[in-house]
């Protein structure tokens, strides 16, 4: 399994960015992880079975992950952007109970 991450980038407070992730593969479970600098990598949103999704406290309300399964494809649409988010976003799929990670996509808010 193959994970592309892309739409990454820098943006002010309040704004907002879309990312995305296509798969080499069609995977029903998929989330996205972020990792700031000096912090461990935690869990943002994902997104299983029929479409159940699941999201951090912090950004609930803020972000929404949806996917494209004809496309192989993951979102994270993320609005209202704090500098808190300011991380690197990683894609995440889970198949046959292995693992995959994407090479991350960095995200910078700041004005």
């Known amino acids: 399994v193959q994970l592309q991450a892309s739409g990454g980038g820098s943006v002010q407070p309040g704004g907002s960015l879309r990312l995305s992730c296509t798969a080499s593969?069609?995977?029903?479970?998929m989330g996205w992880y972020r990792q700031a600098p000096g912090k461990e990598r935690e869990l943002v949103a994902s997104?299983?079975?029929?479409?159940?999704?699941n999201y951090a406290d912090s950004v609930k309300g803020r972000f929404t992950i949806s996917r494209d399964l004809a496309a192989k494809t993951l979102y994270l649409q993320m609005n209202a952007l704090k500098p808190e988010d300011t991380a690197v976003y990683f894609c995440?799929?889970?198949?046959?109970?292995?693992?995959?990670w994407g090479q991350g996509t960095l995200v910078t808010v700041s004005s």
């Open positions: 997104i299983i079975g029929g479409g159940t999704t």
């Open positions: 995440n799929a889970i198949r046959a109970r292995q693992n995959y």
């Open positions: 593969t069609i995977i029903n479970a």
